[in-house]
């Protein structure tokens, strides 16, 4: 029996026993038992350390919804080799995936219980504003032949970030897997088109092609004709499969309109066919034949596409060979405003260009920067997947923030996104990024964009910690296993900076204080406040630490007396494991004011002290003489009064 | 503009004439007085420091014992003969001389007294300083030489 903390949302236990790898779309998923009923009808997904779960749609998604694993919990809980965990709760799927029982399915069969079924669900999705992003038949579930298919669950990862390319549309293919973004409901209905012709066909189209070449092909055929033009299908199934798989997103149907496949069949929407050239511009050996290929070569192959561009070849192919005057220029314009630039800002500058080019080949092009494709909004993820294991990505992705290049390629399409949005967050992105100090840089930036994903300290390492409140335990845990740690490095910093409201400003900008004392007693502030607001729990090992490191400050007093009392009540505040008033205890300004003013005192009276002492060692000769003239004066006082009192007696007789 | 010192102008002559004066008006006074202050003319004499102390004190201590001699002289019709017969009695001039040896000693010890009685408080009062400043520098740790 799982103990109340390791319970996720209370009640659900994971049962690390029962693995469940068919149910998790790909991802680990184990069984799962809600505790208050008993019940094991749950699977528990479990959630990469760098690939956050869906924060938005864990939010919106609080009812579950019919044909769909919803998420019912998600929170930690201890993982599989003793490791920390996280992992979201759904039912259990009604059955296998479909990709376990592939086969050839009947028209009816496809409309019915796997169209109908899921344009439904999509519509659901978004009417709350959702896309799905991972419908593949390895994520499809069927309790068994003439029972509706049930979408797998998909938030457990970034969108679309298991997604082999084929389910992808060529401009969300090309990106980087953990780049594709939330994208829109008109990608889930090209992959629920790819499932379709998959399931009408009894198995995957271009199953044997790299990813690459899958992208490619699609690019260079358009998607319908690279996987189902060649193939015999039944002309209802054709004409869906031909309308969910267009090339444009906006000229696919939408889920209510799949909810009647005749009046979907029925629309057609007319694409004018991409230009072809009559001869190939080779791209790194790569031939392409029109524009988008072009683009997708130049994405691909950043620096080739720029050689091609900047000495004119392939503005020289687009007008000749492509015969598009107005594309090539288009491309000629965007070089003459480019050329100019010299010096450090070339390298920026032929990203941009290259970025502005690849924008102007493919209005449909997700951004490419520098070899890295990806749309804006799957940033985030692309940064928590590449941190700490590609350093040249991480490089380029600093550049791609700085440059607010999100903002430039936005600017170069302000028609097919929210140009507005995507310059504050760009120039939000890039202020994150500027940020000095411990709370700043990529560090915060990682996780501003990505609210589920845990802190990637060495010191956490052995805990999930994704929330504020799951800090301190943390670092209580480490500190107690290494008293030499520091608690707080840049990633603890971070994450506090990027997870908390308000209230700890002050303590977080001053960590970046250059003076190091500054500095550090933000932190010991900053643990303290943390304490008392998110975690009223004695730390017992953090309060050593902190009496450890602020005995020079009780150093800094200067009665002797008040020292050792400090050290003493230091030493008990240290064994309650309370931070605040240990804190309270040694920086106390009233206390070290009226310490040091008295200590003024004391020194101006040990000054007098010295300099009287001084006088009476040197005093010796003055008191001799003082000493005679006394002693003179004494005698002839005694003798005047002998006289005076003879004659008195001499009077008086 | 500077003034010139003062002239200082020797009264030995003029303390010679009253001298001369007083032996030739009252030989009997003189007679007496000379004898029974003598220890202190002496002193006088001796005493190079400024204001005579020591005969300063001698000369009062010879003079009080004086006093009781010269009322007898008085009573005594003050005549050389009187004078003289007071002088042969060893209790008067015994008196007179011991009285001077007596100033001469109290002139000696209470120089020597008060400086013993001074360099003592002085003593104390360090004592009572040093301890003070022991207090201080272990409650504030500061840094004293000890030096004085």
């Avoid at chain 1, 008040?562 to 230091?570: A, M």
């Amino acid at each position: 029996m799982a103990s109340p903390a390791d319970l996720i949302a209370g009640r659900y236990a994971v049962d690390l026993a029962a693995p469940m790898p068919a149910c998790g779309g790909g991802l680990s998923a184990f069984g799962a038992i809600d505790q208050t009923t008993g019940d094991d009808g749950f699977v528990a997904v479990q959630v990469q350390r760098q690939a956050p779960a869906r924060a938005f749609a864990l939010q919106i998604l609080t009812r579950p919804i019919d044909g769909l694993l919803s998420p019912l919990a998600h929170g930690r809980a201890p993982g599989p080799l003793g490791k920390a965990g996280y992992f979201v709760i759904c039912h259990t799927p009604p059955g296998m995936p479909l990709a376990a029982q592939l086969h050839p399915w009947p028209e009816a069969a496809l409309l019915e219980q796997f169209l109908r079924p899921a344009a439904l669900v999509l519509e659901q999705l978004q009417a709350s504003g959702l896309t799905h992003r991972a419908i593949r038949l390895n994520n499809l579930f069927q309790a068994g032949p003439g029972h509706p298919v049930v979408l797998g669950q998909a938030w457990a990862a970034p969108p679309a970030m298991h997604q082999p390319a084929v389910y992808e549309p060529p401009y969300s293919g090309a990106c980087l897997p953990a780049g594709r973004g939330a994208g829109t409901t008109a990608d889930d209905v090209y992959a629920l088109g790819i499932a379709l012709l998959s399931l009408a066909l009894g198995r995957v189209p271009l199953a044997e092609l790299d990813e690459v070449t899958v992208v490619r092909r699609k690019l260079e055929r358009g998607s319908y004709a690279a996987l189902a033009a060649e193939e015999r299908l039944p002309p209802a199934i054709t004409d869906l499969v031909r309308g969910m798989l267009a090339e444009d997103p906006e000229h696919r149907p939408t889920p209510t309109l799949l909810l009647d496949p005749a009046a979907a069949r029925g629309r057609r929407v007319a694409a004018r066919p991409p230009r072809h050239a009559q001869r190939p511009l080779t791209i790194a050996g790569t031939p392409t034949w029109d524009a988008r290929t072009l683009a997708n070569a130049i994405a691909v192959e950043p620096e080739q596409g720029l050689h091609a561009l900047r000495n004119g070849t392939a503005e020289l192919w687009l007008r000749r060979e492509l015969g598009d005057a107005g594309l090539a220029s288009r491309i000629e314009d965007l070089l003459r405003h480019r050329l100019g630039e010299t010096g450090a800002e070339e390298t920026r500058s032929d990203a941009i260009l290259t970025m502005r080019a690849v924008s102007l080949l493919d209005p449909l092009a997700p951004l490419c920067w520098r070899g890295l494709n990806m749309w804006p909004d799957g940033l985030g993820p692309v940064l928590a997947a590449a941190q700490d294991s590609d350093p040249s990505s991480m490089t380029k992705l600093e550049e791609l923030i700085v440059t607010e290049a999100i903002s430039q390629w936005a600017g170069g399409r302000p028609d097919r996104c929210d140009f507005p949005m995507l310059r504050v967050e760009a120039r939000q992105n890039r202020a994150w990024l500027t940020t000095r100090g411990l709370a700043g840089g990529l560090p915060r930036l990682l996780y501003a964009l990505n609210p589920l994903l845990p802190c990637l300290s060495p010191l956490t390492a052995t805990r999930w910690v994704a929330r504020l409140t799951e800090v301190l335990p943390a670092l209580e845990e480490a500190v107690a296993a290494n008293p030499k740690l520091r608690p707080i490095d840049p990633h603890i910093a971070a994450f506090i900076a990027a997870r908390t409201e308000r209230g700890l400003d002050g303590e977080l900008n001053a960590l970046s204080a250059p003076k190091a004392a500054i500095a550090e007693s933000a932190q010991y502030r900053l643990l303290a406040q943390m304490q008392a607001r998110l975690h009223r729990q004695p730390l017992p090992a953090l309060a050593a630490w902190l009496a450890e490191q602020t005995r020079p400050m009780v150093q800094q007093w200067y009665n002797r007396a008040r020292r050792v009392e400090l050290e003493q009540r230091l030493g008990e505040l240290a064994q309650s494991g309370l931070l605040a008033p240990m804190l309270a205890l040694v920086e106390d300004p009233i206390g070290r004011n009226a310490d040091a003013q008295a200590a003024q005192v004391a020194a101006a009276e040990l000054a007098r002290i010295e300099e009287e002492l001084a006088q009476i060692a040197a005093g010796g000769p003055q008191r001799t003489a003082q000493g005679l003239r006394f002693g003179q004066e004494l005698a002839a006082g005694v003798g005047l009064t002998v006289l005076a009192a003879v004659l008195a007696i001499a009077a008086l007789s | 503009m500077a003034h010139p010192p003062k002239r200082q102008h020797s009264l030995v002559w003029l303390q010679g004439l009253g001298c001369g004066a007083v032996v030739t008006l009252a030989p009997g006074f003189a007679a007496l007085l000379g004898a029974l202050l003598a220890p202190g003319l002496l002193a006088l004499m001796l005493d190079r420091e400024p204001g005579h102390p020591m005969a300063r004190c001698v000369l009062l201590m010879g003079m009080a014992t004086c006093v009781p001699p010269i009322e007898a002289l008085w009573s005594s019709g003050q005549t050389l003969a009187a004078a003289m017969n007071l002088l042969g009695d060893f209790q008067v001039l015994g008196t007179a001389w011991i009285a001077a040896a007596a100033g001469w000693l109290l002139a000696e010890a209470a120089p020597l007294g008060s400086r013993l009685v001074l360099e003592a408080l002085a003593r104390s009062r360090a004592a009572r300083l040093r301890a003070r400043r022991q207090e201080l520098v272990e409650a504030w740790g500061f840094d004293s030489t000890g030096e004085e």
